[in-house]
Nanobody, 122 residues
């Protein structure tokens, strides 16, 4: 099992920003898919943002233009910067990593973090 540790969740007012990070230990994912998913109350886990290779990025429509995913392979870490947050962005955010590349949007990743809570108040 490869630990993926998410940091950066918390409580923020609507319109505010949060930056999440996810660090992998034990192995590296230099070019493999890494992504963020979230589980919001009453819904299934959903794709938020993903990155393939050094800079091929993908976003859910709901967060397009409000978020940026990036990776630092020297630190084996990915980041998610979220701006202009809305109450409907409240949920548990999970980091995921895949050995190699596949469908970024599909939750068929090899490794998952424990999740970090993001709460956006209105």
């Amino acid at each position: 099992q490869v630990p993926l540790v998410e940091l950066g969740g918390g409580l923020v007012q609507a319109g505010g920003s949060l930056s999440l990070s996810c660090a992998a230990s034990g192995r590296t994912f230099p070019g493999g898919d890494m992504a963020w998913f979230r589980r919001v109350p009453g819904k299934e886990r959903e794709f938020v943002a993903g990155i393939q290779g050094p800079a091929n990025t993908y976003y859910a429509d709901s967060l397009e233009g409000r978020s940026t995913i990036s990776r630092d392979n020297t630190k084996n870490t990915i980041y998610l910067q979220m701006n202009n947050l809305r109450p409907e962005d409240t949920g548990v955010y999970y980091c995921a990593a895949r050995v190699g590349m596949g469908n970024v949007y599909s939750p068929t990743y090899d490794y998952w973090g424990q999740g970090t809570q993001v709460t956006v108040s209105s």
